[in-house]
T-cell receptor, first 114, second 112 residues
Framework: SQTIHQWPATLVQPVGSPLSLECTVEGTSNPNLYWYRQAAGRGLQLLFYSVGIGQISSEVPQNLSASRPQDRQFILSSKKLLLSDSGFYLC?????????????FGPGTRLLVL | QKEVEQDPGPLSVPEGAIVSLNCTYSNSAFQYFMWYRQYSRKGPELLMYTYSSGNKEDGRFTAQVDKSSKYISLFIRDSQPSDSATYLCAMTPSGNTGKLIFGQGTTLQVKP
């Protein structure tokens, strides 16, 4: 069966500091991978998605970036965090080339920027 | 206007009640519809998915899609306190677009 991991679970960072969140998927090959942000009381905002190693599509221009150095590894980064970057960050995966676009989510990372 | 509208609630019901959760949408190209359940401080988990119009039942949960009205529903029968969570609807056009459009989520509280 497939599992998805995210770490860290919780992170408190000062404004202006760098960020690196990691997501890994087990039990499947060449998954589509996604990064979402969920602000308090709001829906999920798609930030990035990837259909393969080194292939990243950005949905929202901002000071965040994503990379996919390995097939089942997805990293969300920032060089300098802003207060507005606080939120709940979720990684998700889906089957490649699947007509049914069902996505499966990880446990999330709660980020607080102070 | 948002592509997907969902009343954020909160919705509070007594244990055993039938719960109706709804979403409306504006894009007639949506073909696949999903419901996710999200417990506090956890990632969303897939609850139900349906393709095009019709009903789908799974235990106490029933998902309905009415494409003519651009309206989807999730019914929970015999609701339990463990059903207390935020319910998110999501939808996408046909094909592997890589993009799910989510509603804001409805917070449900089932009181014992």
């Amino acid at each position: 069966s497939q599992t998805i991991h995210q770490w860290p679970a919780t992170l408190v960072q000062p404004v202006g500091s760098p960020l690196s969140l990691e997501c890994t998927v087990e039990g499947t090959s060449n998954p589509n991978l996604y990064w979402y942000r969920q602000a308090a009381g709001r829906g999920l905002q798609l930030l990035f998605y990837s259909v393969g190693i080194g292939q990243i599509s950005s949905e929202v221009p901002q000071n965040l970036s994503a990379s996919r150095p390995q097939d089942r590894q997805f990293i969300l980064s920032s060089k300098k965090l802003l207060l507005s970057d606080s939120g709940f960050y979720l990684c998700a995966w889906s089957l490649p080339l699947a007509v049914q676009e069902t996505q499966y989510f990880g446990p999330g990372t709660r980020l607080l920027v102070l | 206007q948002k592509e997907v509208e969902q009343d954020p609630g909160p919705l509070s019901v007594p244990e055993g009640a039938i719960v109706s959760l709804n979403c409306t949408y504006s894009n007639s190209a949506f073909q696949y519809f999903m419901w996710y359940r999200q417990y506090s401080r956890k990632g969303p988990e897939l609850l139900m998915y349906t393709y095009s119009s019709g009903n789908k039942e799974d235990g106490r949960f029933t998902a309905q899609v009415d494409k003519s009205s651009k309206y989807i529903s999730l019914f929970i029968r015999d609701s339990q306190p463990s059903d207390s969570a935020t319910y998110l609807c999501a939808m996408t056009p046909s094909g592997n677009t890589g993009k799910l459009i989510f509603g804001q989520g409805t917070t449900l509280q089932v009181k014992p």
